[in-house]
Nanobody
Framework: QVQLVESGGGLVQAGGSLRLSCAAS????????MGWFRQAPGKEREFVAA????????RYADSVKGRYTISRDNTRNMVYLHMNSLKSEDTAAYYC?????????????????WGQGTQVSVSS
């Protein structure tokens, strides 16, 4: 089992940058695929980015490709989401999630563990 705690959210102007962090507990962190999802008010939770257990596999939603970068540090049990060129439509609660599957999934239903979320607000 793994527990996840996100941090780094806040209010930023359009065009700005933020880095979200996700701290994971547990000794088997490197065994998990890690994902970031977001949910805006009145909308469904959507996939943002995911990174495989051994960093080799990475996937992004089309809406963030070229602007966001996901990374992980297995020695520190950390996952990061670097967000650049932020837009007002990026405003949402961002969630970190963990999954033990072999395949790197982009759908939230495959992820077993979730953090409490961190709010990102982008002003235009």
């Amino acid at each position: 089992q793994v527990q996840l705690v996100e941090s780094g959210g806040g209010l930023v102007q359009a065009g700005g940058s933020l880095r979200l962090s996700c701290a994971a507990s547990g000794r088997t962190f490197s065994s998990y695929n890690m994902g970031w999802f977001r949910q805006a008010p009145g909308k469904e939770r959507e996939f943002v980015a995911a990174i495989g257990q051994n960093i080799g596999a990475i996937r992004y939603a089309d809406s963030v490709k070229g602007r966001y970068t996901i990374s992980r540090d297995n020695t520190r049990n950390m996952v990061y989401l670097h967000m650049n060129s932020l837009k007002s439509e990026d405003t949402a609660a961002y969630y970190c999630a963990a999954d033990l599957s072999i395949v790197l999934h982009t759908t939230s239903s495959h992820y077993d563990y979730w953090g409490q979320g961190t709010q990102v607000s982008v002003s235009s």
